[in-house]
């Protein structure tokens, strides 16, 4: 069984920046590509970034220059550098892993104050 345990949520003031991390429980080379996606109240849950096994980056537009996902394929860690942040950021956090299936993380809670 494939556990993926996000970290590194909390509250910040607009402006403010935060490193999330996803700790896997298996090499991530075994995966097609790990993601960040998140879920703000009332809201549907929707892509934030994701990335490649070969290393390719994909962003929401509304994260575009101010967020950045990485990985450390020694540590089998994801993690997603938030700056700028913003209150509509606000929302619950979560990891993926996909191949032919989803694994997914139990989520972080991001709070930006105003």
């Known amino acids: 069984q494939v556990q993926l345990v996000e970290s590194g949520g909390g509250l910040v003031q607009a402006g403010g920046s935060l490193r999330l991390s996803c700790a896997v429980s298996?090499?991530?080379?075994?995966?097609?590509?790990m993601g960040w996606y998140r879920q703000a109240p009332g809201k549907q849950r929707e892509l934030v970034a994701d990335?490649?096994?070969?290393?390719?980056?994909n962003y929401a537009d509304s994260v575009k220059g101010r967020f950045t996902i990485s990985r450390d394929n020694a540590k089998n860690t994801v993690y997603l550098q938030m700056n700028s942040l913003k209150p509509e950021d606000t929302a619950v956090y979560y990891c993926?892993?996909?191949?032919?299936?989803?694994?997914w993380g139990q989520g972080t809670q991001v709070t930006v104050s105003s």
């Open positions: 990335i490649t096994s070969g290393g390719s980056t």
């Open positions: 993926k892993a996909f191949t032919w299936r989803e694994y």
């Open positions: 298996r090499s991530i080379f075994s995966f097609n590509g």
